[in-house]
């Protein structure tokens, strides 16, 4: 059989599959058929089974690298081992990890890359990406020259949807990666904990305090509560340790483009906009009317964070009955 | 190390027609995270009493770059400058830099090459890896932490789900984040040294390179259009009289958002 696009099946430690994981599904079968790509020292579970026949996937390859499956050049190394005449695309979800992925497979293969790409169309021959830089003050529309593409895809590139049932065809391989890719020895590698709240990068409502919170997040926490929401930070929040590190917007951190972003006590900081500025709505509570903040916020309120945002949680839960 | 000149984060950024970056000259920079990686050169080089080489590849005014890097302390710099270069794509750039490396390596061994974590003006973040698999290097990417010791590298890493430390013998290729350390200010003293420091100004032809694979015509990529996003309309700003909490909250009904 042969397959035209290669999904990559991010997983955590303990095997289970990323949220990503069905956008890219979705998405790589707009395209042709899907094969998927499970890396890791031992067999997908059960539940990945079943997610991949819910997507109507018809390969699924278990490869087993001869060095640390965590390592972005050896999974780099591994979908180069797969990629055939006919493959078409290589779909990621795009984070740094995977865009490292990428860039290393492109080296290897001579594949076209596109990173961070918001959306994808197919249009004839040609797959076209939407892609938004500067912030997000430009969108800009890609294709590549080659006949393979890599695509590291951002969340919410497609409404995930499956269609199947199939029945994948597990295939094995094994692969012996380059002496470069094996020298790095991962010395220690410690997963955080999942949250109870819905992953930061791939929420549709997300709660961001900044330096304003003076390390008070309970108010956010609340508020993100009610609204099925994650929280995030500025990067001053995450320097003081009011909050987890995984938590920062902005360009050094995660990049988010929710349908709500609620910013309190945060002040607009270029390096924050750049991780923020393409969400649907921007929602801006802030004591000093000049924040930057107000230049993109749809709705902006100049008052404090400690009054506003507890009023519209008691109001929403009123509402809610 | 490797350090990029960057159209300046606070200017107004535009795109031409064909998708590039415009250059208006002037108002460009360091790459600020390239700063962290210069600071982390010159932290491991004081320690392990090492030469450090500042490189870029960019136009004209990318020789800014490598400057600020001599002030800070670097000890000479290599700036690859070609008109057929204008245009080029990560691998292009990869291919050049390696090249560039490996001529460095004509003079004395290269023991580690540490770039940034990422260019602010296209952030793609992929040189570091597209390098590293052109040199044929290690590759340990964005550390907090860095330590050298018997012939290998250590660097601590802070990924989105996970924290590792990785290791691996020198000659390794290291990309650093913004939490690695503090950059320090360029003084008076260095402003006026990096002066006298040499820049080496080199094209394709020193790297024994061809333009295949360089340039706006080898690049893998094409951008199809580019568009400005429309501002933002309906914005509604409100000052707080003791009810804006509910005016948020019926905001977000009316508009669905909840
Ligand atoms: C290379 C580099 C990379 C960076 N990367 C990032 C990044 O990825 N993400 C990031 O966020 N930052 C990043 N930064 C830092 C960034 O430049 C800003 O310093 C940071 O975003 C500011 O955080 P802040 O808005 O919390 O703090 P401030 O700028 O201090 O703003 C605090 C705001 O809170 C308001 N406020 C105070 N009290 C209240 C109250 N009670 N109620 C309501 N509002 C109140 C104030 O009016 C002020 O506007 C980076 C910087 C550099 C140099
Ligand atoms: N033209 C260049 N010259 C030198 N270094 C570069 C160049 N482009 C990128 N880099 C380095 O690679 C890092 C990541 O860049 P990027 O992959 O463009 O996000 C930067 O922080 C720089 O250290």
Redesign the pocket.
Known sequence: MTTDVLVLLEHADDGALRPSVPELLTLGRTIGTVGAVWVAAADPGADVLAELAAHGVQELHVVTPDAHPRLTPVIAEALAALVEPSTRAVLLGSSFENKEVAARLGVLTGAGVMVDVAALSVDGERLVAEKQVFAATWTTRCTVRTPLAVLAVKPHAVQAETTGPSEPQVVRHEVSVSAVAAAVEVVERTERAPSERPDLGAAQVVVV??????GDFSALDELADVLGGAVG??????DEGWIDRDA??????VTVAPRLYI??????????R??MQASGTIVA????AD?P?FEIADLGIV????Q?LPQATAELRRLRG | MCVKHVPDLMAERRLDDAGRVVRDGGDGTLN??D??AVEAALTLAEEHDAEVVALTMGPDDAVDAVRRALQMGADRAVHVLDDALTGTDVFGTARVLAAAVRRIAEDGPVDLVVTGMAS?DGLTSMLPAALSAELGLPQLTLAVETAIADGAVTVHRDLDHATEVLRAPLPALVSVT?QANEPRYPAFAGIMAARKKPVDTIGLDDLGLDGSGLGAQGARTEVLTATERPPRTDRVLLTDEGDAGLRLAEYLVQNKLV
């Open positions: 305090g900044g330096r304003g919170t003076d930070a500025t990067r001053v929040a995450t920062q917007i902005g360009q050094t951190g910013g309190a006590g945060v002040s607009g900081a270029v390096h924050h750049g991780g509570i802030n004591t000093d924040a903040i008052g404090d964070l400690r506003v | 600020e995270l700063e962290n602010l913004d």
